[in-house]
């Protein structure tokens, strides 16, 4: 499962849902500009673009769930099962890379959304495992920055990069499906609306009768879809970073809400915000009622070796990059 939502207020904010039923080994991942960043089949990357993101981390690789260069682009991969379809080989002319290495190459190369574009539009994904004991996830991808967001999906019909003027991306069906669903909704307000009964049946939020509630990825783009179409906050940036969590949890999953069909809880494991100007990974685990923050800095971007922080523990500290608390005077 899961929901990315991308909310630009001046600059971009956003925010991801890692809904799952189990434990990825979560942690917080920079790669800075000088890590090798080694492909299967499309080479290595001796320099380029760093990133701060959430990711796994095996044999010292980032495995990227989501992230965000220094140039502001983020992107984030999501579930997508049988309807993710990775070829053997890439056609000929085409960059060829495996789903774990197309958030760090994306990000590594790409300064902003149009370059990402270009590379995807050239790009398909083939069915190589990062190792034998770590399976292929199915995926689709959402890439944004101040200007907008795109979707990447490789299906049988083949990989296709798709406009995504709603800012929004969760799981199945593919996205064309979304973006048509979507609009049986248009209507709703945040607005109220009155009708000539008796007013003690009225209550605030009526404007948005019939907006979905349930967990299913159908609903959850639809009510994303309208939080981020009615949101309002002020100028601050933690004002914009508080108000894309808050979006994020009205479609988040409590623990029993959704059980998966092997009997496992579906949980909303971690919500997380990029504040993408400033790089700033901002994170709330499940357990945890305190927010952290992770900044890439330029002695981390400058690195040479993948700097990893452990989250584990909910509140934390890193005397290097990390503050235990959200409402930072300086931001």
């Known amino acids: 499962m899961c929901t990315v939502i991308s909310f630009v207020r001046d600059t971009l904010y956003f925010g991801r849902n890692m809904d799952i039923d189990y434990d990825f080994g979560y942690k917080i991942a ?13 080479g290595t990357l001796l320099r380029h673009y760093a990133m701060i993101g959430g990711a796994a981390v095996a044999d010292d690789y980032p495995l990227y769930a989501e992230a965000c260069n220094e140039k502001g682009l983020c992107m984030a991969g999501l579930n997508f099962p049988f309807n993710a379809l990775y070829k053997e080989n890439a056609e000929k002319g085409k960059k060829s890379l495996a789903p774990y290495e197309l958030i760090p190459y994306v990000l590594a190369t790409c300064a902003d959304l149009e370059e990402a574009r270009s590379l995807l539009e050239n790009t398909e994904i083939t069915d190589k495992p990062f190792r034998r004991d770590l399976p292929l ?21 083949g990989a296709k990069v798709y406009d995504d003027p709603l800012c929004v991306l969760t799981n199945n069906p593919p996205f064309p499906f979304h973006t048509q669903n979507v609009r049986q909704y248009e209507r709703l307000s945040s607005e109220n609306f009155y009708a000539r009964v008796d007013e003690s049946m009225f209550c605030e939020g009526m404007g948005a009768i019939g907006l979905p509630g ?8 639809v009510k994303a879809e309208y939080c981020l179409r009615n949101a309002v906050c002020g100028n601050d940036p933690r004002e914009k970073i508080a108000q894309t969590f808050r979006m994020l949890e009205s479609v988040a999953m409590p623990r029993g809400s959704v059980v998966t069909q092997n009997g496992r809880e ?14 700033a990974y901002c994170f709330r685990t ?16 400058s690195g040479e070796s993948l700097a990893v922080y452990d989250v584990s523990g909910g509140d934390f500290f890193d005397a290097v990059c990390l503050t235990t608390r959200f ?5």
């Open 30 to 42: 920079v790669t800075p500009r000088d890590y090798l960043l080694k492909t299967k089949e499309s």
């Open 137 to 157: 996830v199915p995926l689709h991808w959402i890439v944004s920055d101040k200007s907008g967001s795109i979707v990447f999906e490789q299906t049988k019909s």
């Open 286 to 301: 499940y357990d945890g009622f305190a927010c952290g923050r992770a900044v890439m800095t330029e002695k981390l971007a």
């Open 214 to 221: 349930d967990m299913s990825s159908y609903s959850r783009f």
């Open 266 to 279: 579906d949980v909303t494991t971690y919500s997380c915000v990029i504040d993408a100007e400033r790089k």
């Open 327 to 331: 409402c930072d005077d300086k931001l």
